[in-house]
């Protein structure tokens, strides 16, 4: 399977939850903790992002950036440990 | 927004796009705009067009906008952005121009410049963010309204006796012979986010082609004002907003060679 994973701007996001609803994985959650504006904000709860971009597309502060693995290829060598 | 490094074997498939600016977005969590500036901002930065495009900025809650896209922008009085953006155009035609409005500055106030606009087929895009009620205000009745809608002037529900028909504006333009291309799309799912991008971005290729205005209508929520979570208010829209205000294509342009 692709892997991916998300970055989210905690400081930007509003907590709406959108990003939360449009994930097919359910890998998005609400922080225990405030961010500056006073909301609770999204965060990764489970490490199974395959980097889709629902989240991204919803999000109406885009506050989210979403990266994915790269295609192996058959020429690339061994593959790079995952970073998370 | 500083993006992390974290290049070890992975690639950036999505970020904010760079015409829209930092400044944070003063709308209320969930809010639809947010969205549309966004999906308009992607189009402008996909098509390298961003010194090239001037846009017109409503009295709305999307007055600020602005501040937000990163691009040539105008500020008009309530309900006439597109009378403004006509003039602009008309002035600097090689460049993309766009008006934005809520129904309340588009279908209320600015009635007669929307119907004159594009009667006389302005080559600009109105982009028409239709969330049922003037949400900047409070949440008044607008005139897309639904029946039997609350609001803070409508407590019982919007009612035809006193308050008339919902006002579907999109269909009214549609009929205009200066009309080149009407649609109405959406921004709360990521299928409907990814249909409107294509309907900006076609409606900002046929400008090129100077065949009269585009007009791109946005089903929208209002979460403060309709009184629900983004969540519920996006279900609320597809339940009850869908079967008045149906997506797709009102009007395609003429085929030319
Ligand atoms: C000439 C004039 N009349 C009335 C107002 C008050 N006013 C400000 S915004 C607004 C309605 C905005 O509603 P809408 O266009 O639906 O945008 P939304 O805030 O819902 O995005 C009104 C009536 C004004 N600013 N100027
Ligand atoms: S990119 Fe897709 S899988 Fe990953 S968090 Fe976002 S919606 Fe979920
Ligand atoms: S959609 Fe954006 S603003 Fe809303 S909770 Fe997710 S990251 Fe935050
Ligand atoms: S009042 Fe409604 S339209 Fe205005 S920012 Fe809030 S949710 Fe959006």
Same mark, same amino acid.
């Given at each position: 399977?692709?892997?991916?994973?998300?970055?989210?701007?905690?400081?930007?996001?509003?907590?709406?939850?959108?990003?939360?609803?449009?994930?097919?994985?359910?890998?998005?959650?609400?922080?225990?903790?405030?961010?500056?504006?006073?909301?609770?904000?999204?965060?990764?709860?489970?490490?199974?992002?395959?980097?889709?971009?629902?989240?991204?597309?919803?999000?109406?502060?885009?506050?989210?950036?979403?990266?994915?693995?790269?295609?192996?290829?058959?020429?690339?060598?061994?593959?790079?440990?995952?970073?998370? | 927004?500083?993006?992390?490094?974290?290049?070890?074997?992975?690639?950036?498939?999505?970020?904010?796009?760079?015409?829209?600016?930092?400044?944070?977005?003063?709308?209320?969590?969930?809010?639809?705009?947010?969205?549309?500036?966004?999906?308009?901002?992607?189009?402008?930065?996909?098509?390298?067009?961003?010194?090239? $495009?001037?846009?017109?900025?409503?009295?709305?809650?999307?007055?600020?906008?602005?501040?937000?896209?990163?691009?040539?922008?105008?500020?008009?009085?309530?309900?006439?952005?597109?009378?403004?953006?006509?003039?602009?155009?008309?002035?600097?035609?090689?460049?993309?121009?766009?008006?934005?409005?809520?129904?309340?500055?588009?279908?209320?106030?600015?009635?007669?410049?929307?119907?004159?606009?594009?009667?006389?087929?302005?080559?600009?895009?109105?982009?028409?963010?239709?969330?049922?009620?003037?949400?900047?205000?409070?949440?008044?009745?607008?005139?897309?309204?639904?029946?039997?809608?609350?609001?803070?002037?409508?407590?019982?529900?919007?009612?035809?006796?006193?308050?008339?028909?919902?006002?579907?504006?999109?269909?009214?333009?549609?009929?205009?012979?200066?009309?080149?291309?009407?649609?109405?799309?959406?921004?709360?799912?990521?299928? $409907?986010?990814?249909?409107?991008?294509?309907? /900006?971005?076609?409606?900002?290729?046929?400008?090129?082609?100077?065949?009269?205005?585009? /007009?791109?209508?946005?089903?929208?929520?209002?979460?403060?004002?309709?009184?629900? $979570?983004?969540?519920?208010?996006?279900?609320?829209?597809?339940?009850?907003?869908?079967?008045?205000?149906?997506?797709?294509?009102?009007?395609?342009?003429?085929?030319?060679?």
């Amino acid at each position: 399977m692709i892997r991916g994973t998300v970055v989210i701007a905690e400081d930007i996001c509003k907590g709406c939850e959108l990003c939360i609803e449009a994930c097919p994985q359910e890998s998005l959650g609400l922080s225990d903790k405030i961010n500056l504006k006073g909301y609770r904000y999204a965060v990764l709860v489970k490490d199974n992002c395959t980097g889709c971009v629902n989240c991204a597309l919803v999000c109406p502060d885009a506050a989210i950036i979403v990266y994915r693995q790269k295609k192996p290829t058959k020429t690339a060598g061994p593959q790079v440990e995952v970073p998370i | 927004m500083d993006i992390p490094p974290l290049t070890n074997g992975y690639e950036i498939v999505y970020k904010k796009p760079q015409t829209l600016t930092d400044t944070p977005m003063h709308y209320c969590p969930g809010c639809g705009h947010g969205v549309a500036h966004r999906v308009l901002m992607e189009v402008v930065e996909e098509m390298g067009i961003q010194d090239r $495009t001037i846009g017109v900025a409503p009295v709305g809650c999307s007055v600020f906008a602005y501040d937000y896209m990163n691009i040539d922008m105008q500020e008009a009085p309530h309900g006439r952005a597109s009378a403004v953006a006509s003039g602009i155009k008309r002035v600097l035609p090689d460049r993309y121009v766009f008006s934005y409005q809520g129904d309340g500055d588009l279908a209320a106030i600015g009635t007669g410049e929307t119907i004159h606009v594009v009667n006389r087929g302005e080559n600009i895009l109105m982009v028409f963010i239709n969330n049922g009620v003037y949400g900047m205000t409070g949440g008044q009745m607008a005139p897309t309204t639904l029946l039997g809608m609350k609001t803070t002037t409508t407590p019982y529900g919007r009612e035809v006796k006193t308050a008339g028909h919902p006002l579907r504006i999109t269909n009214l333009v549609a009929q205009l012979p200066g009309a080149c291309y009407v649609t109405r799309q959406a921004v709360h799912t990521p299928t $409907t986010v990814r249909k409107l991008k294509k309907a /900006f971005r076609a409606a900002l290729e046929y400008q090129q082609k100077q065949q009269g205005t585009c /007009f791109v209508e946005v089903v929208s929520n209002c979460p403060s004002s309709w009184k629900m $979570t983004p969540a519920e208010a996006n279900k609320w829209l597809e339940e009850n907003m869908f079967p008045f205000y149906p997506l797709g294509d009102l009007k395609l342009p003429a085929q030319s060679n």
